[in-house]
């Protein structure tokens, strides 16, 4: 059995024993009992309620809430009707806040590790005390070795507080995990094509479009509120929705064509589309001579991938591959190719999300009804300048198309483990990231880069994982409890700048991060980094962007002008790529000395017996973010994970529907726990498929310990996109191992 | 005189996505207790690989026009509340289960405090102008809620020239929620 | 042609009807058959009374116009067995403070609302006509009041009887239309059910007479027990046939019971059902009783009744169990 986790490891040990951690539990577990059993009559007591719109942090779509309050507790979450990104409407995570406020399990003060006889425990802390070792340690760090061997991790919207204060600091090592494995390549790609991101939301024309092709996103599971509403009002008006997937999705469920096609094989695949596209002469001619550049580069690597070679490659008959190129060329401009979210699957995402950005650029579906939109942003000014010290280097990255527009991170996230273990990086500072089952590069790797880190920090808000191995552990409060920096940035349909504002004051001795930063800048002697309360900071932007801190809290939002989609008849477009065009051969790729146009490259297969594992989401929980979330884990279908198995794989493996066995990958690392055994038609038979996010090992997580098995414990390979940086994690297959 | 009220829900599965954002917002709108639900999703994928049909259904008390519930309690707890709904008097009910036994749809449930308890069409919205929770926050408008009495009708609108059925309408209940089938063609 | 397959996935939380119905455990069986043998009894000690006063048929009694030993014990015996039955219904309730709720209401189409009303009936009458059968150990006691009663009633013994009689086949076959008036559970909804109920109370009420009553009196109780076992073979035969034969609700509920191997108490349904219920308690006692009445020396003669007895507990259980763990309706 490996239980690879801490055991050997005898200089940062993970800690489990600490009963600190659950000082404010016997109160909390009555609590809960509250919330989640009510009388049933919600509304029929007179309390007061007071409803506080503010938004949601249980995935990065961030979409507006109204906080119902009553008897200074909240009793429901429903969304936000100002909010544009909600409509009035949730997805179930956005509801499932009240379960991760009163959590029982919440991290309740702050914790320092001491050794004691050879044995680690955590120590309750002052807030004060555990600032003080905090600025003492990281100052004596960059002493000794300099501001760059002090990094961040980070994910979630509070981290902006620390990233001003460290970057006041001198530290400029930021890395958020999910660059590497979703957003990044989505992200590169749709800058290195067409000069701008994919956007979150996707500017993808959902609702007023005819045919949408989409690769392995999986809307429905993976449940962006807004997609989802514009996906079903499209099939209302008549959408037409094609999944590739070697698995019967949800939305796969909801298709006029489910594909399923091999894993890993998505670029043949494209290119046979574009081959179909250009041989049928059914591409929009006009609009690739005005508006693109490397068409022949292109055709000189498609023309080859017949529908009958990528027939071969794929999996799917060669008819299927043309008529979905023709039905998508038929419709179009209204049809479009989804960008996805995750997109790295292997190391070849950035090229993948091209073939992606091509596809739609083939036929001429920008800025159309329907097809590739470009949203634009709320007109917010920056917030007010304060003097940095000088960079070493603005980005930290090795990889040379890594993010080049204003970076919320300078390096990828496998980079900080990489260096740490090259002693470049002495230092972690870890917001929001579960870092042991946060791939990076994979739970074995990232445990032995933690085991070498001189200090580290998390602020979380529940003991997971990553806290039993910190040093300093300072409980921030959460998402409902406080106030964040302004949500701004982001463009939409109707560009928008939303508040997070507390709908309760913060439970037991926890506190905002806006405040521990604050804090944690004092003691390093910071000046001038925050304004002297957070609503001051808050007013003073809103009032640059003629509103204000009061106005703005009654909504939550403030809202510009729609934007305006669509191109005019005769429109002359501009893009911001090297050649001001739309980059079919990418000029920076070729630069940086890769293949300028996607080339598809053969992944490794299965060992004999063994299956590549594929991954995904569930509606209902955000991996780390609601893993102990008892109200929303609650649904039978929530509480664990299963593993999807073909029915001929089951047989020649002797399973069972619901039997628990443990899983085995390549590289012989077995499942610390069992995993409940799913036999099922809607998987191919040479992949098995498991949510991600289970099979937590912290015993702490009183509701999470042992449910389901780790996805990130089977991650023993990774390849990494040489171009950006990204990690890829689907080289990995596993067997099964029946319980005794 | 106001007209009367005939509630009822017209559910398209073409659009619901099985993500249990109803389930939830019913159990934090009505305070229902742990390992309880009024309402739950249902997700049925029929055939075999590579050829498969899925339905995703949120299903619910069905407000029945003849409520085998209300036709066998026996202390009138359970009873037509006027208004298309079917409704539990919690301060009649003994406890006694013969409306979980009675009802084709397996909707009602135990409360820990000793009573019977189901979907009540949140009714208590109802009456303050306010969609159900479950309709509310709904992000595929699966879920409408309709006045059958309505005189332009939005439920006939959403329903025309698709296939629509009932559940179990053999077992004469009348049952007040229609279901658009999945297997409608997008934009039917 | 491939196999095709339905896959279902359900968020349902709810324990009372996951995997499937289970709202009623033991109290509910032994209630219907506590109440079942106390309508039996109460229909046999009734037209026992008629036979004696009207046609002088019956066993010998105590010369005081009332019948014999076993039909003055099974008098009082129909009230207790009935009060103790509707103790587990009370127990069984999950608010059993509200039980006064029955009682500030006539639901019509309840059954149960109908029963609760029929039991306020059944009461009265019941313990009147066990007074009026025990009246001379009562008129020993010297009890003014009662003395007062018996008087006042004493010529009205056997209309009251005749009442009760009905009251008592109301009481057996209400037990079996609680069941069977739940058109959701496939097993339960059979229009035989309530006859089912009522034959086996009425068995089962014999052979319990047929212990108590002294040795002079038995051959009467053990004919009557015979012919009650005969009808009630002729009875289950039609209850299944007719699920058998039913639609796929019936049929395939029918087979849950008669053929299922769902365990109860370790033993598969079909075996409670063939082995236990139909053959050890329908079989074995009427061959007994067929034998005794043959002349036929039989060492244990306690051993029919008792089986009698075993079976129609059985049967209860087996109905309410197998009725719920079949599934709903479809
Ligand atoms: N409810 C919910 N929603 C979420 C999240 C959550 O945790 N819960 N997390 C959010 C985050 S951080 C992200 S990154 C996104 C991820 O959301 P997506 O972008 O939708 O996720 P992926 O992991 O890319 O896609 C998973 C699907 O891809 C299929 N797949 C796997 N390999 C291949 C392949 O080689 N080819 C093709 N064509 N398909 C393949 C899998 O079978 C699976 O159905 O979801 C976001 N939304
Ligand atoms: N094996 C495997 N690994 C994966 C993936 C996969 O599919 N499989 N998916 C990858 C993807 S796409 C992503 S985006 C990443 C995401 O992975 P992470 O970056 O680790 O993010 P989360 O799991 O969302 O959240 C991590 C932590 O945030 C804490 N947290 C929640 N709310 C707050 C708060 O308000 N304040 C603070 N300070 N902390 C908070 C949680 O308690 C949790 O410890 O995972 C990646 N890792
Ligand atoms: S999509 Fe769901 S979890 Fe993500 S922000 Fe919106 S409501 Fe919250
Ligand atoms: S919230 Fe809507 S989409 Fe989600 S399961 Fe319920 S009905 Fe379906
Ligand atoms: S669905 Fe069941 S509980 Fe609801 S009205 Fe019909 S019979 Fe009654
Ligand atoms: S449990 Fe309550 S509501 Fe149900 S039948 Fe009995 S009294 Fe009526
Ligand atoms: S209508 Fe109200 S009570 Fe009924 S399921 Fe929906 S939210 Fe729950
Ligand atoms: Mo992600």
Redesign the interface.
């Known amino acids: 059995m490996n239980m690879s986790h801490g055991q050997d490891m005898n200089r940062r040990d993970f800690i489990k024993i600490s009963s600190l951690f659950l000082a404010g539990s016997a109160a909390m577990s009555t609590q809960i009992g509250r919330t989640f059993s009510g009388t049933g009559n919600a509304l029929a007591g007179e309390h007061a309620e007071k409803v506080v719109h503010s938004f949601c942090e249980h995935c990065f779509w961030r979409c507006g809430i109204a906080a119902h309050v009553r008897d200074g507790r909240i009793y429901k979450i429903t969304g936000s009707e100002h909010h544009p990104l909600s409509n009035g409407k949730l997805c179930p995570r956005g509801t499932g806040g009240i379960g991760q406020i009163y959590d029982p399990d919440r991290l309740a003060h702050p914790l320092i590790r001491e050794r004691k006889g050879g044995q680690s425990t955590y120590r309750k802390a002052t807030w004060d005390e555990a600032i003080t070792l905090t600025a003492e340690k990281l100052y004596q760090i960059k002493e000794k070795y300099g501001p760059q061997a002090i990094a961040m991790l980070h994910h979630g919207y509070g981290y902006t507080f620390f990233k001003e204060m460290f970057k006041s600091f001198g530290v400029n090592k930021f890395a958020k995990p999910s660059f590497d494995f979703c957003c990044g390549p989505r992200h590169q790609g749709y800058i290195l094509t067409y000069g701008h991101s994919a956007g979150t939301p996707e500017g993808i024309d959902i609702q007023n479009s005819k045919y949408v092709i989409f690769f392995g996103t999986h809307y429905g599971e993976n449940m962006h509120n807004t997609a989802v509403q514009e996906i079903s009002e499209g099939i209302r008006r008549g959408l037409k929705i094609v999944v590739f997937d070697p698995r019967f999705s949800t939305l796969a469920g909801k298709a006029e064509k489910w594909l399923p096609i091999k894993a890993g094989t998505d670029i043949a695949m494209m290119q046979a589309m574009m081959n179909v596209l250009i041989t049928e002469n059914l591409y929009d001619k006009q609009f690739v001579e005005e508006n693109t550049v490397g068409f022949d580069e292109l055709w000189a690597e498609v023309r080859e991938m017949t529908p009958e070679k990528a027939a071969e490659i794929t999996d799917i008959p060669a008819e299927d591959i043309r008529d979905v190129a023709r039905r998508f060329a038929s419709f179009a401009p209204s049809a479009a190719v989804h960008p996805g979210r995750r997109t790295q699957w292997y190391a070849d995402g950035t090229q993948r999300v091209r073939c992606i950005a091509i596809l739609n650029a083939l036929v001429g579906n920008y800025k159309m009804p329907g097809g590739v939109v470009k949203y634009e942003k709320y007109k917010l000014p920056k917030a007010p300048h304060h003097h940095y010290p000088e960079f070493e280097k603005e980005i930290w990255s090795q990889y040379p198309l890594f993010t080049d527009i204003k970076p919320s991170n300078t390096m990828a996230s496998h980079e900080v483990m990489q260096q740490t273990m090259n002693d470049e990086i002495k230092a972690w500072f870890v917001y929001g990231v579960n870092v042991p089952e946060t791939v990076t590069l994979g739970r074995k790797a990232t445990l032995e880069a933690i085991d070498k880190v001189d200090f580290l920090v998390a602020v979380d808000t529940l003991p997971m994982e990553v806290t039993g191995y910190a040093d300093v552990v300072l409980p921030e409060c959460t998402y409902l409890e406080r106030y964040d920096d302004l949500d701004g940035g982001r463009p939409y349909r109707t560009p928008f700048v939303a508040l997070r504002q507390p709908a309760v004051e913060p439970m037991f001795d926890s506190k905002p991060g806006n405040e521990i930063a604050r804090m944690l800048a004092d003691k390093l002697d910071l000046h001038g980094v925050f304004e002297d309360s957070v609503e001051e900071y808050l007013d003073k932007r809103l009032k640059a962007a003629g509103s204000s801190l009061e106005e703005v809290k009654k909504t939550g939002v403030l809202l510009g002008e729609p934007t305006d989609l669509y191109r005019k008849p005769g429109e002359k477009l501009t893009f911001k790529t090297p050649s001001g065009k739309i980059e079919l051969a990418s000029s920076k790729m070729r630069e940086a000395g890769f293949s300028a146009v996607p080339k598809y490259i053969k992944h490794p297969e299965a060992p004999e017996g063994y299956y590549r594992i594929l991954t995904g989401r569930k509606p209902m929980l955000t991996f780390g973010r609601t893993a102990n979330n008892r109200f929303l884990n609650e649904l039978p279908t929530a509480r664990e994970n299963d593993i999807w198995v073909n029915p001929e794989v089951a047989k020649q493996h002797g399973l069972t529907h619901g039997e628990y066995v443990h899983l085995k990958n390549q590289a012989g690392v077995v499942s610390e726990f069992p995993i409940r055994v799913k036999v099922t038609e809607r998987i191919r038979k040479d992949a098995v498929y498991m949510v991600h996010g289970y099979g937590h090992y912290f015993k702490k997580l009183n509701w999470a310990y042992k449910r389901g098995a780790s996805h990130n414990q089977l991650i023993s390979q990774t390849e990494i996109d040489k171009a950006i940086g990204a990690v890829g994690f689907q080289n990995n297959f596993v067997t099964f191992i029946k319980e005794a | 005189m106001a007209k009367q009220k005939n509630y009822g829900m017209v559910i398209?599965t073409?659009?619901c996505?099985?993500?249990?954002?109803c389930?939830?917002?019913c159990?934090?709108?009505?305070?229902?207790?742990?390992?309880?639900?009024r309402d739950?999703?249902?997700?049925?994928?029929?055939?075999?690989?590579?050829?498969?049909?899925?339905?995703?259904r949120s299903e619910r008390c069905q407000h029945c026009e003849n409520a085998?519930c209300v036709?066998?309690?026996?202390?009138?707890?359970s009873h037509y509340a006027g208004d298309g709904t079917v409704q539990v008097n919690?301060?009649?009910?003994?406890?006694?289960?013969?409306c979980?036994?009675?009802?084709?749809?397996?909707a009602?449930?135990?409360?820990?405090?000793?009573?019977?308890?189901k979907c009540s069409l949140c009714k208590?919205?109802l009456e303050?102008g306010l969609e159900t929770?479950c309709v509310?926050?709904?992000?595929?408008?699966?879920l409408n809620l309709v006045d059958f009495n309505e005189p332009e009708a939005k439920a006939d609108e959403m329903m025309n020239g698709k296939e629509v059925y009932r559940q179990?309408e053999h077992?004469?209940t009348n049952p007040s929620l229609y279901w658009i089938s999945?297997s409608n063609k997008?934009?039917a | 042609m491939t196999e095709t397959t339905t896959e279902i996935i359900s968020t349902k939380l709810n324990p009372n009807v996951l995997p499937h119905l289970h709202i009623w455990e033991w109290h509910i069986p032994l209630y219907l058959f506590l109440g079942g043998m106390a309508g039996g009894l109460l229909v046999i000690t009734s037209i026992m009374i008629v036979l004696k006063r009207r046609f002088g048929i019956g066993p010998r009694d105590e010369g005081d116009g009332c019948p014999c030993l076993a039909v003055r014990i099974g008098s009082i015996l129909s009230p207790v067995l009935l009060g103790v039955g509707m103790l587990f219904l009370f127990l069984d309730l999950a608010h059993p403070l509200y039980v006064w709720a029955f009682y500030t209401t006539i639901q019509p189409t309840s059954p149960m609302s109908a029963g609760s009303w029929i039991l306020i009936a059944f009461f009265p009458l019941a313990v009147l006509q066990a007074m009026l059968v025990n009246k001379k150990f009562l008129r020993e006691r010297n009890i003014g009041i009662v003395n007062k009663l018996i008087d006042w009633t004493e010529d009205h013994l056997t209309p009251v009887a005749l009442v009760n009689a009905h009251i008592g086949v109301g009481i057996g076959i209400y037990t079996g239309i609680l069941l069977s008036f739940f058109s959701a559970r496939p097993l339960w909804s059979s229009s035989i059910l309530g006859m089912l109920f009522l034959v086996s109370g009425i068995s089962s009420a014999a052979a319990l007479m047929l212990l108590l009553a002294p040795d002079d009196e038995k051959p009467t109780y053990s004919m009557i027990d015979a012919n009650a076992i005969w009808i009630e073979l002729v009875v289950v035969g039609l209850f299944v046939l007719g699920g058998i034969t039913g639609p796929a609700n019936s049929s395939g509920a029918m087979m849950h019971l008669i053929a299922g191997d769902y365990q109860m108490a370790g033993l598969s349904y079909m075996i409670w059902f063939w082995g236990i219920f139909v053959a050890l308690g329908l079989l074995v006692p009427l061959l007994l009783e067929f034998l005794e009445a043959a002349g036929v020396h039989i060492k244990f003669p306690q051993v029919a009744p008792v089986l009698v007895l075993i079976g129609g507990l059985v049967l209860r259980f087996l109905i309410v169990f197998a009725g719920q763990t079949y599934h709903t309706f479809m």
């Open positions: 398209d073409r659009v996505v099985a993500c249990s954002a389930v939830y917002a159990k934090s709108e009505n305070g229902v207790p742990e390992g309880y639900c739950w999703v249902v997700q049925e994928t029929e055939g075999a690989y590579p050829k498969l049909r899925m339905e995703n085998p036709t066998y309690c026996p202390t009138g707890a919690r301060y009649r009910c003994t406890g006694c289960k013969a979980l036994a009675a009802c084709p749809y397996d009602r449930y135990v409360h820990p405090e000793g009573y019977v308890d208590h919205r303050q929770a509310s926050v709904c992000p595929t408008t699966s179990k077992a004469g999945a997008p934009g």
